[in-house]
DNA sequence: TAAATTAGTGAATGTTGTTGACTATAGCGT
DNA sequence: ACGCTATAGTCAACAACATTCACTAATTTA
């Protein structure tokens, strides 16, 4: 039995009613991936959000007109958090590693916000800042014009995809309650066996055990790959 | 009673109560997949199926226990039309992609169902067949045991990832009502270009013209690199 | 200090997934 | 042919949801 906002013990957290520059943008949009952290991806409602920042929930529309809008921002909030402290490195490869390396940590450490991210475009200021950082990489690394957006392209789609499907596995199986140990275990038990051979006789090996590993593995090949694929010039 | 026989020319009549093996899995996973290829990914609802199928809407919790559950079997569904008609080639590596060409065009052709595929494990009839097919390939490579289910994790992964990825941005843009011309321009405008100097200079080549030469050139990219992995003995 | 903005509120609406009690129907044994 | 029974389909109810609108009061400003 949960009373609703009232905490008697402590004595000044109840309000009538918040002042009026207390929500902003910014405040919403940490509060909305706090939620999303600690629940799954349906977890952002309008009325979690007013509990968590104390306020109506119909607050938001004051800020966001949508809970689209709210999510778009959540989005741009990731690449953020993402991008944070980042420097290109010596080797277009090593910064270009880097990226790659931080999205897929950032998408894992914020799954359900991941979901709303991966395929999205923000077109918010920090989205920018990851396009931009990945053209100096790719221009440094020998390219221009058409042919460095394509490389960008090539890039970019490949760690968002990754990155997003392990989130987006992640967030189901966190949705689906399963302790984090065993998540990824993929029971093949075909009714008839005989009938899928190879499934049968790889029962026991069909687990993914580290999802990190596949991604370093895919994102190797494809920096070998634009590195063999360089024009002339080096 | 004859009365059934009526109205010939209104196909189906209103009827007060459906007969009693009316409904089947079958019918309401082929009404759902239909329900989310003219909608969005939310368009499935259990309103809308009832609405599909002429039946109430909780008709359906008699073959499906929740929500989740019909997402799941239409990702089946979705396997099994990606499926439809494979035979293995003679060539594993053709094999590989004639597959991952399957799962692109699958899921390009129902994005919204995709969105429900791309990141779930099944466990139904199709997906162990998938699983096995896939598999088959590898074997004929070359692999074995553990590094076979490697190459399997790998190959999948990125295929499921990328044709996921273009699914998710394509039931984006149907659902943000954009006409299938354009909605993957990218405009990015930063309100200080000079902090953005690489964006700026490609604003007009930002712009993915075809996701599927991209992704065709990733398969290619990952075919090769497999074989290269190949073990010694060819 | 009074007026004007407008951020925050609360009530209301129409959907949503899901549950439980009800009811008619198909298929069974006789 | 006749009733019995299991259960597929239905109906009403409910809590949670996004969104709208009219209202109210806090801050800014004149």
Redesign the interface.
Known sequence: MEELAEAPTRPHRKQKRLGRGTLTKELIVEAALRILDEGNVNALTFARLGKELGASPTAMYRHFSSRDEIETAVADELIRISLDGYEPLESWMDSLRDLAYRAWHTFSDHPAAAMHT????T?G?HE??A??AI??AV?RAGWQ??E???QY??YS??V???S??NA??LA?AAAAGADSGNFWV???R??RPQD????SA?HD??R?KDGFE?FS??VE??L??MKAALPAAS
């Not at 991966?118 to 475009?121: K, L, M, N, T």
Request: proline residues 6%; hydrophobic residues 55%.
């Open positions: 991966f395929y999205r475009v077109l200021p920018v800042r396009v931009d053209l100096e221009h014009g058409r460095a957006v394509f392209q090539m789609n490949l968002l995809a990754l997003g499907r987006a596995m189901a993929q029971e093949y075909p009714a899928f051979p190879y499934v790889h090996e069909l993914i596949v593995g895919q090949a494809m070998a790959a």
